[in-house]
Each structure stands twice: as C-alpha cells, then as structure tokens.
T-cell receptor, first 111, second 114 residues
Framework: QKEVEQNSGPLSVPEGAIASLNCTYSDRGSQSFFWYRQYSGKSPELIMF????GDKEDGRFTAQLNKASQYVSLLIRDSQPSDSATYLCAVRGTGGFKTIFGAGTRLFVKA | GAGVSQSPSNKVTEKGKDVELRCDPISGHTALYWYRQSLGQGLEFLIY????????KSGLPSDRFSAERTGGSVSTLTIQRTQQEDSAVYLC????????????FGSGTQLSVL
C-alpha cells in the first residue's frame, strides 16, 4: 500500500463546476496535510494546508480532513480553465516527520 | 535569497559519469528536501535534512546516490556512475521547521542520462 494515494485522473469538469479531488493516507499518526498545484513544466506550489478535522476554506478552495477515515479532499468551486493542472496531495507523517507526496491528479477544466 | 535556487537547470551526461546537483535554500529555512519526479509521475522522496544532518535517507534509490548539506544552507546531491533510469527532474524544497512545514520548491534540475 502506498503511503499517500490519489486517483491519477484525468478529471475533467466544465468551467464553473465544482472539482473534487481526493486523497487517502496510510500513516494514522499523520498530523498535517497539504495540497500543491503543479502546472505542466513547473514546480509545485502550495495552495492549501489543513491539520484539524473538518473544513478549511480559502477563496474558491476548500480542504476537508477526516482523520478517522484517513481521508483528505480538495474542492475547487467555480472552476476556471486556469485551474487546469496536476494537484498533489502531501502528508507529513510520523515516520521521520518527512513530507510524502501522492502521485497527483490531473485536472482539466473545459471552457 | 528570494527563492530556492537550483543549478544547473539542465544537465545532459553520459551513462557512467558522475553528476552533482546543487540547491541553495531560502535564507533561514532549516529544513531541506530532495525529491525526484519522472515524466508524468508524482514526487519521489529522496532525502530530508534538518540543519546539516539527514535524519531520513530512506528514499535514496541506491548507494550511487548521496547528499550533503554544509553550513545549514547549500545542499549537493551527487549521483555516481549515472544510469539511464536516473533521468528525471530533481526538485529541491526548503521550509522553516515547525508543526506545519510549507515547502517552497526550486525550479528543478532536468537530468538526462544518454
């Protein structure tokens, strides 16, 4: 079992729709969770982080965390073509406290 | 510096040669990571530094790979006797130490082994 798992996609949504990206993790003691966005040919950039159960909203982005289910998600409301990118879920676990990334989900927002 | 700086941006080498990749983190960032990303794949963890020490080297693929960090700043990733499967983008990231580590990435080094 991979430490951080994501559906590789691609996920395709129409402009203006809600995009829902999901991630599961195996280390039950993990404390902090991140979503990074990576445009093609570019480096990842942090867009959201969360460490408490529940929802955290920032503009059009909402991160959701359920530690009991070892599940974290990212919702993008009013999706725009500029949101088309790969979204990487990252988890900082208890094994050496290093940050581990999932394989990423490719998102396409159709105009 | 203003951001994480990596050099070279591109490196083409012949199979069997050694290469050195350099990372200059953001000033004041005590933690530094090296990741590897193959085409269309996610980020593969290689090694993590806290200051000059590496508490976790578990991701290094083989003993051909080594890394060091001096003065709590610049880090060098060395790959000896390169193989074609080493071809990838090598990304460096730095962060302040704390309960929530927000990683700032460099632009990466594209390594091509012919």
């Amino acid at each position: 079992q991979k430490e951080v798992e994501q559906n590789s996609g691609p996920l395709s949504v129409p402009e203006g729709a809600i995009a829902s990206l999901n991630c599961t993790y195996s280390d039950r003691g993990s404390q902090s969770f991140f979503w990074y966005r990576q445009y093609s040919g570019k480096s990842p950039e942090l867009i959201m982080f969360i460490y408490s159960n529940g929802d955290k909203e920032d503009g059009r982005f909402t991160a959701q965390l359920n530690k009991a289910s070892q599940y974290v998600s990212l919702l993008i409301r009013d999706s725009q073509p500029s949101d088309s990118a790969t979204y990487l879920c990252a988890v900082r676990g208890t094994g050496g406290f290093k940050t581990i990334f999932g394989a990423g989900t490719r998102l396409f927002v159709k105009a | 510096g203003a951001g994480v700086s990596q050099s070279p941006s591109n490196k083409v080498t012949e199979k069997g040669k050694d290469v050195e990749l350099r990372c200059d983190p953001i000033s004041g960032h005590t933690a530094l990571y090296w990741y590897r990303q193959s085409l269309g794949q996610g980020l593969e963890f290689l090694i993590y530094f806290q200051g000059n020490s590496a508490p976790d080297k578990s991701g290094l693929p083989s003993d051909r790979f080594s890394a060091e960090r001096t003065g709590g700043s610049v880090s060098t990733l060395t790959i000896q006797r390169t193989q074609q499967e080493d071809s990838a983008v090598y990304l460096c990231a730095s962060t302040r130490t704390g309960p929530v580590e927000k990683l700032f990435f460099g632009s990466g080094t594209q390594l091509s082994v012919l």
